[in-house]
């Protein structure tokens, strides 16, 4: 059996504050919740004798783009009331292109940049290119960029998306990506 568990980074109170809560603190109630959800987990019939995983998953902020990441992970083996220990978990969500000058995400920041730079030649018009990495273990593992435009007809479209496809082997040839082209009208192209 897996579970997960979201914890939030910040309280929001009924009048309207925002608190943030600290790592630590989100860390230490979080391995205490996942330890008595294994204890209830286990006091349940057909539940005594199955491996049970638990996951702990960080949210962030109400309005931010990047949902959050999970921290944690432990293993209770068959018939054990307690995990086995806790393992940290090396995983965080990027935006690109990035607000920060953040070592760890330069070489990737500078690929996107000029990858949005690559489109803006191309679609001299606003082009608004927002990317989110998954990073693992300190490596970038998954990319996620959505372009929302404004299309003047089926042959743009084919054009643009053909183009984009070029643009993502060059930039990001080692990483899964994926590329949400969009207009008002919905949907127009994944890469």
């Given amino acids: 059996m897996s579970i997960g568990l979201t914890l939030n980074t910040v309280h929001y109170s009924k009048s309207g504050t925002e608190t943030t809560i600290s790592k630590e603190v989100i860390e230490a109630e979080g391995m205490k919740l996942g330890e008595e959800v294994i204890r209830r987990l286990r006091a349940e019939e057909g539940l005594g004798d199955i491996p049970i995983v638990i996951g702990l998953f960080k949210q962030e902020k109400r309005n931010s783009i990047a949902p959050g990441s999970y921290f944690a992970k432990t293993v209770a083996e068959k018939g054990k009331a307690t995990p086995s220990g806790w393992k ?8 690109f292109p990035a607000a920060t000058n953040d070592e760890k995400f330069r070489e990737t920041d500078t690929a996107f940049r000029n990858f949005k730079q690559a489109i803006d030649d191309y679609f ?5 290119v927002i990317g989110r990495g998954l990073y693992t273990d300190g490596s970038l593992r998954s990319l996620e960029v959505e372009i929302p435009i404004q299309f003047f ?8 998306t053909q183009y984009m496809t070029g643009l993502v ?10 590329v949400s082209i969009t207009s008002v009208n919905g949907p127009e192209a994944l890469i």
């Fill in 88 to 95: 940290i978990v090396d995983e965080e969500y990027v935006l």
């Fill in 124 to 128: 001299p018009s606003f082009v608004n």
């Fill in 153 to 160: 007809g089926t042959s743009e479209t084919i054009g643009f």
């Fill in 169 to 178: 082997v060059k930039y990001f040839p080692n990483v899964q990506t994926e």
